[in-house]
T-cell receptor, first 118, second 113 residues
Framework: GAVVSQHPSRVICKSGTSVKIECRSL??????MFWYRQFPKQSLMLMAT?????????EQGVEKDKFLINHASLTLSTLTVTSAHPEDSSFYIC??????????????FGPGTRLTVT | GQNIDQPTEMTATEGAIVQINCTYQ??????LFWYQQHAGEAPTFLSY????GLEEKGRFSSFLSRSKGYSYLLLKELQMKDSASYLC??????????????FGQGTTLQVKP
């Protein structure tokens, strides 16, 4: 089946610094990837849709200058949390669609990245 | 607006059957998904419904009624390992959207011996 990886799995950073999270589709090409954030005991909240070769589409209330998304290739999207603050501490999960594949309706999720800002 | 509702918590007994309901109101519809998520892990795909009716896959079944904006996930022969959060999600293909998933708040299921 289609596999999506994320790196790092856990990261601790100091307030004011920036953190980059990578999302890779390992065995398929993903023209669209999605970034979610999940706070404890809450559901997934879509932050933005990442489109290969174009600007990301952000959901209402998500600051595009704070959460920078780059989708430079068909297998890699990155999310950079700039000037991180403790309230940005969360579980960040990416997903990708395998368009044209046998299960093209399915969205494959990465394992998630636990960000802690101190 | 977009709205997906499911119960917050449910408790069931090992070996029993449990039904988790989900109602939705979205601007577009191109399928409903159920995911299982254990604490600290990413969601794993359980089922997908795009047409009305029941989809069965082993111990798990999912039902959809598009006219009622309603779905349920049925878990049979419950096992302790089924204790997890179950997320209902709708793919919204309304104009301007890219098939993004909109998630409900999730139902935390606790299976007791």
């Amino acid at each position: 089946g289609a596999v999506v990886s994320q790196h790092p799995s856990r990261v601790i950073c100091k307030s004011g610094t920036s953190v980059k999270i990578e999302c890779r589709s390992l065995d398929f090409q993903a023209t669209t990837m999605f970034w979610y954030r999940q706070f404890p005991k809450q559901s997934l909240m879509l932050m933005a849709t990442s489109n290969e070769g174009s600007k990301a589409t952000y959901e209402q209330g998500v600051e595009k200058d704070k959460f920078l998304i780059n989708h430079a290739s068909l297998t890699l999207s990155t999310l950079t949390v700039t000037s991180a603050h403790p309230e940005d501490s969360s579980f960040y999960i990416c997903s990708a669609n395998q368009w044209g594949g046998p299960s093209s309706y399915e969205q494959y999720f990465g394992p998630g990245t636990r960000l802690t800002v101190t | 607006g977009q709205n997906i509702d499911q119960p917050t918590e449910m408790t069931a007994t090992e070996g029993a059957i449990v039904q988790i309901n989900c109602t939705y109101q979205t601007s577009g519809f191109n399928g409903l998904f159920w995911y299982q998520q254990h604490a600290g892990e990413a969601p794993t795909f359980l089922s997908y419904n795009v047409l009305d009716g029941l989809e069965e896959k082993g111990r798990f079944s999912s039902f959809l009624s598009r006219s009622k904006g309603y779905s349920y996930l049925l878990l049979k022969e419950l096992q302790m390992k089924d204790s997890a959060s179950y997320l209902c999600a709708v793919r919204d293909n309304a104009a301007g959207n890219t098939g993004k998933l909109i998630f409900g708040q999730g139902t935390t299921l606790q299976v007791k011996p």
